[in-house]
């Protein structure tokens, strides 16, 4: 398991594996080809069908700027990664360079089917259950079992961390109007904000003050702005909401906070090492579940509960996502994806509140690993329409219902999918197969150039 500043980034929305990971691409073969002049990207899978709502291409442009960039969204030819693109870098004598790209999520890319040199592991251990037993053997806190690994640089790094999640939501707060896109939605976190000052008891005000906080980066992110990666951007609202939370109304100190976001990052690792936390692997539970489980964990940190209490924490939140879609309106890291970070901050205070009480009177039957384990499976089955690709779930009702014009490339996979649909049942099953899992000899790209 790699260290946790790989999973805890700070970088441009709205979408770590749609935006982050391929501005990374661009700037790798921006070094690996100084000279070249002309960038030719293709998009495959999930970039393809939902790269424009995420802006990937406007990230490559502003990533290559001053180069001619053609870009192609090719979401026909199966990828064994749904996030793959290649780039051809050509020179001024005319050769070229291509490399091959995934981005596997949180921003992390492999490049040609290799992970970087800089992303080593330094955990010794891979399961909460080998962590939590290790802990118990040496009388150390999560947070210390993360010091202890990390090194003390490692609060050096957080306290940046610390800072760009406040300023995620401080922006995110003190701005309105619209947001980019087709969708035309408004930013609505400060209006909920002014809300939450005239409600009736005091839990409704603290309830709504969180998800305002993380309506407010959730915002940020969705207009392109800097956020952190929580373990995505799309779910980057969820465990900043917490810190803002405990930073300005609870008025925690940083210390507790950095170690909060420890535990957190911890959290997250795991996740990543033993499941995904990319949509387009496993749906939301992937990203908004992990968050809300990271979050539940820094809630129980902070508030001094046990190792066994952080675990439960984190475990309730996740388990309770176990099975959530990814089929974001449009491809825009917006519906639902803001609203449910709100949601999620709530529900990581109330995990945590759970967990305190629960382990005191039974003891935990489903661990974290075997939630993490079981988030895993269930994203495999979860059909690849639900898996951020905007071609069922409310990306297609939202859209039936008359809301918002039809994006020409979302159109043509729509038809592609209507066409899969109504083949015989078992040519059905024989095209689903061969849409996920074989090349297509037949089928031609639909290539957007700009
Ligand atoms: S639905 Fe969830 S996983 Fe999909 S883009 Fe939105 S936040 Fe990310």
């Known amino acids: 398991m790699q260290t946790i500043k790989e999973l805890l980034k700070i970088g441009p929305g709205p979408s770590s594996s749609h935006t982050f990971g391929p501005m990374r691409a661009a700037q790798d073969m921006l070094a690996s080809a100084p000279e070249a002049k002309r960038f030719d990207i293709t998009l495959f899978g999930s970039l393809a069908l939902t790269g424009k709502g995420h802006l990937t291409d406007e990230i490559l442009k502003k990533t290559l700027k001053g180069k001619t960039v053609e870009i192609r969204f090719d979401w026909k030819t199966p990828q064994e990664h749904p996030n793959t693109m290649t780039i051809t870098a ?67 790094y957080l306290a940046k961390i610390y800072k760009a999640m406040l300023n995620s939501v401080k922006k995110g707060l003190s701005k309105t109007g619209r947001l980019p896109g087709k969708l035309h939605l408004d930013r609505v976190a400060y209006a909920l904000f002014e809300s939450a000052q005239t409600c009736d008891s005091q839990a409704d005000q603290d309830a709504l003050l969180l998800q305002s906080y993380a309506y407010a980066a959730s915002e940020q992110n969705a207009s392109g702005g800097t956020v952190v990666t929580a373990p995505t951007m799309g779910s980057c609202g969820v465990l900043p909401s917490l810190v803002y939370h405990y930073t300005i109304d609870k008025q925690m100190p940083k210390k507790t906070i950095l170690n909060g976001l420890k535990v957190a990052g911890l959290i997250g690792n795991l996740i990543q090492e033993n499941a995904t936390i990319s949509g387009a692997k496993a749906g939301c539970q992937a990203e908004v579940g992990a968050a809300c489980a990271m979050a539940a964990a820094f809630c129980a940190s902070c508030d001094r509960m046990s190792n066994e209490q952080i675990e439960c924490a984190a475990e309730i939140g996740l388990e309770h996502h176990l099975g959530l879609t990814c089929d974001p309106v449009m491809g825009y890291v917006m519906i639902p994806c803001i609203e449910r970070n709100a949601v999620a901050s709530t529900r990581a205070v109330d995990a945590a509140r759970l967990a305190k009480y629960l382990r005191n009177v039974k003891k935990n039957r489903v661990s974290f690993d075997m939630v993490v384990k079981t988030m895993n499976l269930t994203g495999k089955k979860l059909p690849m329409e639900l898996k951020e690709t905007s071609l069922d779930g409310l990306a297609v009702v939202v859209m039936e219902n008359g809301r918002y014009g039809h994006d020409p490339i979302q159109k043509e996979a729509a038809a592609a999918k209507e066409n899969h649909l109504s083949a015989k049942p078992d040519q059905k099953q024989e095209g689903i197969q061969d849409m996920e899992n074989q090349a297509d000899p037949a089928a031609s790209t639909s290539p957007a150039s700009f």
């Open 90 to 156: 050509t020179n001024p004598d005319g050769s070229t360079l291509t490399k091959t790209y995934v981005s596997i999520g949180g921003g992390k890319i492999m490049i040609d089917g290799k992970m970087p040199q800089s992303a080593k592991d330094i955990y010794p251990h891979t399961t909460l259950d080998e962590i939590q037993a290790y802990c118990k053997k040496n009388y150390l806190r999560l947070d210390e079992y993360v010091t202890q690994i990390e090194g003390k640089e490692i609060d050096v």
